[in-house]
T-cell receptor
Framework: GAVVSQHPSRVICKSGTSVKIECRSL??????MFWYRQFPKQSLMLMAT?????????EQGVEKDKFLINHASLTLSTLTVTSAHPEDSSFYIC??????????FGPGTRLTVL | TQLLEQSPQFLSIQEGENLTVYCNSS?????LQWYRQEPGEGPVLLVT?????EVKKLKRLTFQFGDARKDSSLHITAAQPGDTGLYLC????????????FGTGTRLQVFP
């Protein structure tokens, strides 16, 4: 099956700093990638849709200036959490859509903001 | 607004028992998927159902899509400790085929 990787798997940062998370489709091209956030013991909440070569589409309530998404190539999307605060601590998961519209999920990135 | 409600939220059972997890919505979905997620990992796809009334079996797991494509169920026969995890349903709306909306999740614990 298709493989999606995320880097880093874990990151701890100080409040006020910015953190970049990478999502890569390793063996297929993905024109669309999705970013999700998952708080402890909760389900996945869609944050935004990342479209290659165009601006991301954000879900209601998600600040686009705080969560910067860049989808510069068909295999890479990045999520930058700007001026991170402790409430941004969460498990961030990306997925990439294959040609037959099947979504493959990355292993997730655990962000802890001190 | 959570469009997909799962029940139960939590389930603790003994090995060998059977269980059913429900995924309900007032919205119609063009397809619905079931995932299992383990702590600290991304969700792993178990099955996709696309036709109303469809039933799919995956070893001890039986998945059903409602006739009206608004609900689904996952039945596990003779649960094993390895079935422990967070089970998530996720649907693709008929009118917006690129977004996957996740259910509220069911956390299953199977004790030996």
């Amino acid at each position: 099956g298709a493989v999606v990787s995320q880097h880093p798997s874990r990151v701890i940062c100080k409040s006020g700093t910015s953190v970049k998370i990478e999502c890569r489709s390793l063996d297929f091209q993905a024109t669309t990638m999705f970013w999700y956030r998952q708080f402890p013991k909760q389900s996945l909440m869609l944050m935004a849709t990342s479209n290659e070569g165009s601006k991301a589409t954000y879900e209601q309530g998600v600040e686009k200036d705080k969560f910067l998404i860049n989808h510069a190539s068909l295999t890479l999307s990045t999520l930058t959490v700007t001026s991170a605060h402790p409430e941004d601590s969460s498990f961030y998961i990306c997925s990439a859509t294959s040609r037959n519209n099947e979504q493959f999920f990355g292993p997730g990135t655990r962000l802890t903001v001190l | 607004t959570q469009l997909l409600e799962q029940s139960p939220q939590f389930l603790s059972i003994q090995e060998g028992e059977n269980l059913t997890v429900y995924c309900n919505s007032s919205s119609v979905f063009s397809s619905l998927q079931w995932y299992r997620q383990e702590p600290g990992e991304g969700p792993v796809l178990l099955v996709t159902v696309v036709t109303g009334g469809e039933v799919k079996k995956l070893k001890r797991l039986t998945f059903q899509f409602g006739d009206a494509r608004k609900d689904s169920s996952l039945h596990i026969t003779a649960a094993q400790p390895g079935d422990t995890g967070l089970y998530l349903c996720a649907g693709v709306h008929s009118y917006n085929t690129d977004k996957l909306i996740f259910g509220t999740g069911t956390r299953l614990q199977v004790f030996p």
